[in-house]
């Protein structure tokens, strides 16, 4: 580096210069270039996940709960708790189809119904993205003459209503 004499203004040099150049692009330089982070999820489409995993979890269990209906009742085991059917009702306590998502209360289905109807109140727990036990109402029609079944009705998760049709339709 050179003095500066008194009097005479300061001259930056090449040599002085290059190697500040070097620094600085070598200080920034380490850092791999990073992409964009993902824009956080829609919340309508995490609620409408919710609603997807809700229903499609308790599906299968519908199923097997009408065949105890037809049968006259019986338990159906969870990962957790116990559903129980008696009659057109089931109850569920602490039960859980799949070891993270857990109902408990009631759903009575109408056999006589056309289509099939299944309605009631549920508390749920464990729904990715809500705290605590969240209400769960559904009103669902189950068209068992067709295969796969068809489901219409609605669930509504809090305060969020899910037609099944449209639910299902942007699958």
Sequence with gaps: MRLQAAGRPHTWTPTLLVPLVLLFLA?????????????????????????QALFTSLEPVVAKALELMLTGGGTIE?????LAVAGSTMTLESFSADGRL?????????????PVTLKGDLEASGLEGREGSVPVKVDVTIDISTDPRTYGGTVTIGEDVYDLDELFAEE
């Design 78 to 82: 969870g990962e957790q708790g116990t």
């Design 27 to 51: 200080c920034g330089g380490d850092e791999a270039p990073t992409e964009p982070e993902p824009p956080p999820p829609d919340a309508e489409e995490a609620a409408r996940a919710q609603a």
């Design 102 to 114: 857990v109902l408990d209360g009631e759903l009575v289905l109408d056999l006589l119904a056309q």
